[in-house]
């Protein structure tokens, strides 16, 4: 089995610090998460950034400040930055800090219902996204909030516009999108092309149980305040280190050891 790879999910762009206290805003907050997260075991963080006041941003200035700093702690994680934002925000503001060049950056391949709002993703935005992850040469992960985003990874990978065989994302169990459990899982590892690599994120109480289950299988994980404020019923995570703690201690349980950097890079075939 491969070595696992954990992926630190550290503020997304609808968690509140009315929802928990412990999530960061600034710039230096974000990098000073990510170092702690980085020592739990996380080899990647997805990255969101906010304004001063906790608004959801994707401002290329944000995005630049907190990798300096993130660099300047000295922490190797793989950066990936979210060009998902917020809902409502333009292609041009989700996509505008590619040109920072992160190793990694997002391209959901479809529209979901998401809480009482939609998350937009019509082919064009999905296509100008992949084209400008292209120019930068920044590598793709396929964020999948139901199969029909696999299916439409996979048209996208035929017509020539997305590398094969890919890194996907599974994200499960949020309303609107497709269920979290172990089945639904189970079912999307079907559809994916030989030698792809994917993670899940399990959406509140479903993100522990399906990344139990991705340690067993042989995926990998991504854990963190954007998709779960809870390290145990009714306990709210200090951070998102908790989380990748929680799940790098699992991993030991079950004799999964964690990838190392150089390990993680090879994987996800970077440079
Ligand atoms: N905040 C969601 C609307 C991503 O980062 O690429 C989109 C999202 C996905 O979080
Ligand atoms: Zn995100």
Redesign the pocket.
Known sequence: MQPLMITA?IC???VFRSDTPYVPYTPRELAEETVRCRAAGATMV?L?MREADGA?SQRAELFAETVALIKSAGCDIVLQF??????GMTVDQRADALRLRPDMA???TGSVN?GEDV?LNSPPMIRAIAARQREFGVRPEV?CFDSGMVDAALRLMKDGLLDLPGHFNF?LGMAGGMGGTTAHLDFLRTLLPEGATWSVAGIGRFELPLAAHAIAVGGHVRVGL?DNLYVQKGVLAKGSYELVAAVAAMAKEAGRPLATIAQARALLRLN
């Open positions: 999910a997304g762009a609808e997805h969101h959801p979210s060009t998902g934002g917020a809902v997002t391209l959901t998401f998350f964020e994200v954007e």
